[in-house]
């Protein structure tokens, strides 16, 4: 085996070019396949952490405009929710909906205790807000109903935003803080999430008492059950468009006046999307990696040709067919498998840089805080699979060659030019 490996690496000297080519065509097949795949694992990463954000069975309805003209009166009208809006959602469609909520909002408030201080938005929620935004308590709890029928002046902060105020996060837990020109307690501290714009919460009919928001929900969000395919989540939504619109002199029909932002249709739609991207790309990869199998098999055809009458002299001295044979197979798998290996480091490498730098760049929506990219890497099982599919379809592509050339009558080879 020493003497063939000799051998070999004296034929890739003599033609370094050729070796060269075929190296580059073998790594850059791999090299492609698993970057395509680790940006593609990127992006689909991102957009999945960005939609866990919000428990999937849920629907936020926001207020729209309209854009056709309904009973006299003209396209173009703003259509705000009210709190009877929420009444008719809890009354009218129990049948689907677990827990109705909605959220008001005081921006640039300020939060202090003693010296210290932090300016952030002041949310006024309902109860199920800690539900369907997967809120993870760290001390004491959440708004509850009590607060909500009492209009308590409670206030639960972020981790980050307890900690500008005091160094000992917990022991904030049933201190009162000045909110404004008012004095709120404590009741929990919640894990911000990673990205996300952090706000501070109390009940919703305390926000709207205390600044004068009365019947001005910004939207209603609930969770629902029972609607379990896509089709039936279109039904409900067209049955609760029309009652709302209705409701607020609006084209039953009109999708613009009422806005229905459905968590569960936008996962099974980022589901197909996901798996249509994935597919696409591993499509657009294999390609590429054919391309490096092709280059292997067109260098091993040519250096068979190339070598056709050392071949002829080496039958004629005495060489079995076998070791003709065995020379090229070691010579295709040697080079496949060293330069696929490079192909492959060089892919993970190229992964790990996106994921240095991409994967760390956040991106601000307004409504909260994204990164483009996240943990874009491939599993190293799949960079080996990769690589054994290259080492093994190189080995296939100098097969054909290789019987070929071992199969070719000395007095033939010796005549070729």
Known sequence: MRDIITEIWSTARRNKLRTALTGFAVAWGIFMLIV????????????????????????????GTTSKPYKGLKEGRYVPLKDKDITTTETQFMENIDEVGARVTQPATTISLGENYVSTTLNGVYPNHEQTDKMEMRYGRFINHIDMKEKRKV??????????????VESLVGKYLKVGA???????????KQNSSASAYTAYTTLQTVYGKSNQPERIVFTF????????????????????????????EDES???????YTQNLQMETGMGIIRTALWIVGLFTLLSGIVGV????????????????????????????????????????????????????????????TLGHDVIDTGLFKTTMFVNPTVGLDVCIEATMVMVIAGTLAGLVPALKASRIRPIEALRAE
């Open 257 to 263: 006046a009422l806005w229905i932002w459905n968590r």
């Open 155 to 168: 206030l639960v902060l972020g981790d980050k935003q307890a900690e500008e105020l005091t160094h000992n």
């Open 297 to 356: 098999s067109n260098i091993m055809l040519i250096t068979v040709k190339e070598r056709t009458r050392e071949f002829g002299i080496r039958k004629a001295i005495g060489a079995k067919p076998w070791s003709i044979l065995k020379l090229i197979i070691v010579e295709s798998v040697i080079i496949t498998t060293f330069f696929g290996y490079i192909g492959m480091v060089l892919g993970v490498a190229a992964n790990e840089y996106m994921d240095a």
């Open 225 to 252: 059950h029972g609607l379990n395919t896509e089709k039936a989540n279109e039904d409900f939504e067209k049955e609760y468009r029309a009652k709302l619109n209705t409701a607020h002199q609006a084209d039953p």
């Open 36 to 63: 395509l795949l680790g940006a593609g694992n990127g992006l689909i990463n991102a957009s999945m952490n960005n939609n866990s954000r919000f428990i999937a069975n849920s629907m936020a309805i926001f207020g």
């Open 182 to 192: 008012f004095a709120f307690r404590v009741v929990g501290i919640y894990k911000e």
